[in-house]
């Protein structure tokens, strides 16, 4: 057992400090690219700016035969792109690949040397139980280190094994490196044997079906498709909000179908999910705008906020606004919205212009 003061030491010596509170950077799209792949390669400078994150990807999608150019060309666009990672207005994230495969060793010890002072996070797929957190953890302090990095590279781990969900809040705690979880759901559905061959989303047999009227089995009943990830989305909330950490969707493959992408997202941000996968150049559109509150909500929020601090007492107490009864939990919940505009207002000038224009009268 390691002791709850040791918690925040390097794990080993000069690497930098852990950090006690991971930073709430706005990153409501993670953009997938290949980097071994040069047409996406070539696209990265000018994506800069207009994506809060970019993750150049090394793991499933990527040829075993393009590995290392994988691993190669992140390097190269980390070092060469004005602005992408560190302070940059672009975060800069990897997938690497997993602990166990024939790459995963040498993703780390490639590209935290050479690029770690840029990346701001490394995310690790088919994360099972604390001791793959634990390891990547010291070995990332390890490598840190000898770098001479003076900034903690966080961590993230997608969540795409039964294991993985069964222990999901050891593994957001197993560290102060943890950053967040994502959903895998193509991994996940495999080694759950789960009955579906999609990546993300619902699917039509998932369903429930209105009650028989006037005992007419065969007669016209109302179909509700379900959501397949509600469960496991529920769970990695809890665990990340439990840990102060983030949750994400995952990917959703179906390209084509924008408006069903576009529900699958909104149900994450709903249950407090704060970003997603983009794996094509609209889903980024899509991402923003369901991960950014509406100017309603934060009409609203903001709305609430001012009847209850005029209420006097700290913004205790309860008053009524359009009939409904607001309190001390309603405001909590409004502040959420509220502080998420504020962070994305300042990164996003577009939002900042249609948040400051919202009149709290009428
Ligand atoms: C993502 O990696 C997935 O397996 O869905
Ligand atoms: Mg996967």
Known sequence: MRSAKDFFRPLA?????PLTEIPARPSRAIHFFDPSNPKMAAK??????TVDVLLGNLEDAVKADNKVAAREGLVKIARETPGLGGDGPTQLWTRVNALDSPWGLD???TLVPAIGDRLDVIMVPKVQGAEDIHYVDRLLAQLEAKAGLDRPILVHAIL???????????????????Q????????LAADRRMKTTRVGGGHPGYLVRQDPEGGEINGPRTTYQQDLWHYTIARMVDACAMHGIYPYYGPFGDITDVVACEDQFRNAFLLGCVGT????PKQIAIANRVFS???EDVRHARRVAAA???LGGGGTGAVMLDGKMEDDASLKQCLVMVELAEQLAAIDPELKKQYDAIELEG
Do not use: K, Q
């Open 13 to 17: 010596v000069g690497a930098p400090t």
């Open 44 to 49: 990265v400078p000018d994506m800069v700016g």
């Open 107 to 109: 993703d780390l010890t």
């Open 160 to 178: 795409e094994t039964a294991r993985g969900v069964a222990n999901v809040e050891e593994i957001c705690g197993a560290s102060p490196r943890m």
């Open 180 to 187: 967040g979880l994502s959903l895998g759901p193509a991994d």
């Open 277 to 280: 996968w983009s794996l094509h």
């Open 293 to 295: 509150p509406s100017v």
């Open 308 to 310: 209850m601090s005029a």
